[in-house]
T-cell receptor, first 115, second 110 residues
């Protein structure tokens, strides 16, 4: 199993550009998550999904969009990049029966800089 | 809202024992996670406590007191490779209720 994979590893965007961060998991997990981590800080939940076709906002969803058309893929879209979105983005997945009590498996992260 | 508090930095000596504390508001969390994160890498799961008491896994142990809103991670026989950030996270009744602390950056000196 590859686990959770993310592409790209690094990206530099100009203000106002858009991009999609890709995330794929091959563990047949029903839950998937997107987090951002600013330097020296913890993880902030952007969006999550409890299964294909179902997504919901986390703590910091503004400026982002997601979709979940398959169990495996959970892309994160930035429409109008802003410097405040400079961060490291982690995708994670878990097999969850009751919501928030299951181990999350993280991808390697995407380091995004917006100039 | 719910807060997770943990020290920002700690330093310990190779071969010694270190305890990393985490406090949280008691409402809303079903249990406590601990994750390890090496610099520039993704977090990896260490432990999850849902019952009060100490759970031991080799050199690492985790403790939870739900009534006090308190948890700690105990690392024994410290090795240089244990230099990392340790994230405490509260697990809740839904996926959106998982709240991460800012992490404790642990440095091990020879």
């Amino acid at each position: 199993n590859a686990g959770v994979t993310q592409t790209p590893k690094f990206r530099i965007l100009k203000i106002g550009q858009s991009m999609t961060l890709q995330c794929t998991q091959d563990m047949n997990h029903n839950y998937m998550y997107w987090y951002r981590q600013d330097p020296g800080m913890g993880l902030k939940l952007i969006y999550y999904s409890v299964g294909a076709g179902i997504t919901d906002k986390g703590e910091v969803p503004n400026g982002y969009n997601v979709s979940r058309s398959t169990t495996e893929d959970f892309p994160l879209r930035l429409e109008l990049a802003a410097p405040s979105q400079t961060s490291v983005y982690f995708c994670a997945s878990s097999y969850s029966r009751d919501g928030g009590s299951d181990t999350q498996y993280f991808g390697p992260g995407t380091r995004l800089t917006v100039l | 809202g719910q807060n997770i508090d943990q020290p920002t930095e700690m330093t310990a000596t190779e071969g010694a024992i270190v305890q990393i504390n985490c406090t949280y508001q008691t409402s809303g969390f079903n249990g406590l996670f601990w994750y390890q994160q090496h610099a520039g890498e993704a977090p990896t799961f260490l432990s999850y406590n849902v019952l009060d008491g100490l759970e031991e896994k080799g050199r690492f142990s985790s403790f939870l007191s739900r009534s006090k809103g308190y948890s700690y991670l105990l690392l024994k026989e410290l090795q240089m490779k244990d230099s990392a950030s340790y994230l405490c996270a509260g697990g809740g009744s839904s996926a959106s209720k998982i709240i991460f602390g800012s992490g404790t950056r642990l440095s091990i000196r020879p």
